[in-house]
């Protein structure tokens, strides 16, 4: 992580009779280590930025030539070249030196003898103890950061504190408030860093796990440190450097840092913001069930209550299912679903566009989501932030979406839809998330509360497959719903059943005597699978399929 400037390690006493031949542009390259390097082949045996020393022997003892292995160098991003003048070199070949200018890679020269042992002991010793003098200063720099974070105001402290430490500009560029920037800048360069960076920061990918770490970029002349400021599986902001050089290793740990300090502070006033919420939102369950007047949502809103009236909304239920057996483990889960989920909600929401109103009773969450944007993409939004809940919560649940509608009057009518998608879920074996992909479930569901119309229609409609089934202990009824789920196609119904064709058509002529001659007409296959959506409503357990060992 320490580094030296090649400048400075000229001035040491082990360079006293040294002599820079070539590369005098690139004197202000950094030496994080001292190799020599006596083979041809070493690839793999540099990382960047060494001092490389040698007396030329190994040109003697192969076939390699010195301007290959010095473009290898350069190619390897070596920090310089130190040669002995001597047994195998009396003088640097001109190739060399062109090759070294061309690409300011500085080539050093040894006049007289040295010990090499010499050079790598001291550099090394100075490295070492500037390596560990830098993680003192961080570990002391962290306890700081810590401190800060505790304190009112604290991410503000923490990104003066850094600009003071590391001398250069610091740039804060959280999602939901106002980028800031230590020290102030010229208003021109300074909306030009932020666009840059906002540019950056929203490319396609950069939201990926994979690239939630520290990334640079060359800026005028300059290099700009990016670090995401991530907790819970989101990231909420982001810190900029300006910096003269590349990054060091220095650099991106004190960043790191720095956003673990400001995650904890966001985090902290996240969990106060939500027992406020929590204790506020006990309106937002009266809201659900159409018990507040106008006046009385305008009261809790305050300020929002106008913009979020002629925005579109609708209601999300979430529903988990418990999954801790030992007392601690169902106590851990009840703290994480009081506090932590919730704040994992509200900004997955949030990054998706949406303003959430959440409230929560026993097994459940219900979100009311005031759709931020204005074009038809909120079931794909919908759907990918369902996703995204389940990758980062860890937790099997059931959601249900209701239809979107326009202000406050119609929130109840989209809670009832959502429930309705959770009831049916629980009740059959297809899973919904919109309530309009329901189908003709949405009039039958309409008509549970009415319970013997619907067994009235089932039985009118499937009775004598149902008695035959229940005497026979056979499988008509599934079978029935699986040939008309397949549009009547006979080879697809016999492959989904796992039976031979024949088999089918016999229970298709069964079918036929139980139901009459005229049960696949096209008015009678309406009816039909109207009576089997009901009958999955009703009666579940008829519908499944035990020992066709139907595909999944």
């Given amino acids: 992580m320490a580094s030296l400037i090649l400048q400075d390690i000229l001035k040491r006493p082990t360079f006293a009779e040294a002599k820079v031949v070539a590369g005098h542009n690139g004197l202000n390259r950094r030496v994080r280590w001292v190799h020599i390097l006596e083979v041809s082949e070493f690839d793999t045996l540099i990382n960047g930025e060494e001092m490389i020393l040698a007396t030329g022997i190994h040109f003697q003892s192969s076939s390699a030539s010195p301007a290959r292995y010095l473009e290898k160098l350069i190619r390897l991003n070596a920090s310089c070249l130190c040669l002995e003048l001597g047994y195998y070199f009396h003088t640097i070949p001109d190739d ?37 003098q830098i993680l003192k200063n961080l570990e002391a720099l962290s306890r700081e950061f810590h401190r800060l974070s505790l304190e009112p105001n604290g991410t503000n402290k923490i990104l003066k504190m850094l600009y003071h430490k590391t001398h250069s500009p610091i740039l804060y560029l959280p999602y939901k408030d106002q980028p800031s920037v230590f020290p102030k800048m010229e208003p021109e360069k300074e909306t030009e860093l932020i666009q840059f960076l906002n540019d950056k920061r929203t490319a396609p990918g950069m939201e990926a796990s994979e690239h939630r770490t520290a990334r640079y970029w060359p800026f005028q002349n300059q290099y700009i440190l990016l670090q995401p400021v991530s907790a819970m599986g989101q990231t909420w902001a982001h810190i900029g450097m300006l910096l003269k050089q590349k990054p060091t290793r220095y650099e991106f740990l004190i960043l790191d840092w720095t956003s673990l300090a400001i995650a904890q502070d966001l985090l902290r006033k996240r969990y106060m913001e939500e027992r406020r919420l929590h204790s506020e939102n006990v309106w937002v369950d009266d809201l659900l069930h159409n018990r507040l007047d106008e006046s009385q949502i305008h009261h809790h809103l305050g300020a929002d209550f106008y913009g979020l009236n002629h925005k579109k909304s609708f209601v999300c ?126 009039l039958i569901m309409n008509l549970k509360d009415k319970d013997q119309q619907l067994k009235n229609f089932i039985h009118q409609h499937l009775g004598p497959v149902i008695e035959h089934d229940q005497k026979k202990n056979s499988h008509l009824l599934y079978t029935l719903k699986v040939y008309l789920d397949h549009n009547g196609s006979k080879k697809a119904a016999a492959d989904h059943l796992y039976i031979a064709r024949q088999s089918l058509y016999y229970r298709l002529e069964k079918l036929q005597e139980l139901l009459g001659d005229g049960f696949l007409t096209t008015e009678n296959q309406l009816t039909l699978q109207t009576a089997l959506k009901a009958c999955q409503l009703i009666y579940p357990e008829l519908l499944t399929g035990r020992g066709e060992n139907p595909k999944k």
């Fill in 96 to 132: 060399l030196i062109e090759i070294a200018n061309r690409h300011d890679f500085p080539l050093i020269v040894f006049p007289n003898d040295i010990r090499f042992v010499d050079i790598t002991q001291d550099l090394h010793s100075v490295l070492i103890n500037k390596h560990f």
């Fill in 317 to 442: 239920l979430i529903e988990w299912l418990p999954r801790a057996e030992t007392k601690q483990e169902r106590q851990e889960v009840e703290e994480y679903l009081q506090y932590d989920f919730p704040i994992i909600i509200r900004a997955i929401f949030e990054q998706h566009h949406f303003y959430p109103l959440i409230t929560r009773s026993n097994q459940e969450i219900a979100i009311i989501a005031f759709d931020l944007e204005s074009d038809s993409s909120w079931k794909s939004r919908a759907s990918k932030l369902l996703k995204q809940l389940k990758k980062q919560s860890g937790f099997l649940f059931k959601a249900g979406v209701g239809q979107r509608y326009i202000g406050f009057a119609s929130i109840s009518q989209s809670y009832q839809e959502a429930r309705q998608v959770l009831d049916l879920n629980t009740r059959q074996s297809n899973e919904f998330t919109f309530y309009d992909e329901l189908g003709v479930f949405q």
